[in-house]
């Protein structure tokens, strides 16, 4: 088993990794998920993710740059779910923004 990293961010990013592996799952499973039609909820709530991923202790240590590589490897992996959603969500969502 390898050692866990003693740099907050490394642990930080390769926990982000391991969530990411797990939307590519759902995605192959044909589940989707709903992502708000606005681009600030949505960004809003991809943000939030990101932060609740991180533990308590790591936050202090985590940089801006860190949190934003982490807010797009997210949102890369949410967005392409998008597709797998029922035909009336994506048509809401194309209103606002061209999946």
């Given at each position: 088993?390898?050692?866990?990293?003693?740099?907050?961010?490394a642990?930080?990013?390769?926990r982000?990794?391991r969530?990411?592996?797990?939307?590519?799952?759902?995605?192959?499973?044909?589940?989707?998920?709903?992502?708000?039609?606005?681009?600030r909820?949505?960004t809003?709530?991809?943000?939030?993710?990101?932060?609740?991923?991180?533990?308590?202790?790591?936050l202090?240590?985590?940089?801006?740059?860190?949190?934003?590589?982490a807010t797009?490897?997210?949102?890369?992996?949410?967005?392409?779910?998008?597709?797998?959603l029922p035909?009336?969500?994506?048509?809401?969502n194309?209103?606002?923004?061209?999946?």
């Open positions: 088993m390898a050692e866990p990293s003693a740099d907050p961010q642990r930080f990013l390769d982000i990794d969530r990411v592996r797990y939307l590519k799952s759902l995605q192959s499973a044909g589940l989707g998920v709903y992502l708000p039609a606005d681009e909820q949505r809003q709530a991809i943000e939030m993710v990101v932060r609740l991923t991180a533990r308590q202790s790591e202090s240590h985590l940089t801006a740059d860190t949190l934003r590589i797009e490897r997210v949102r890369e992996h949410l967005e392409a779910m998008q597709a797998v035909h009336d969500v994506q048509y809401r194309r209103i606002k923004r061209n999946w």
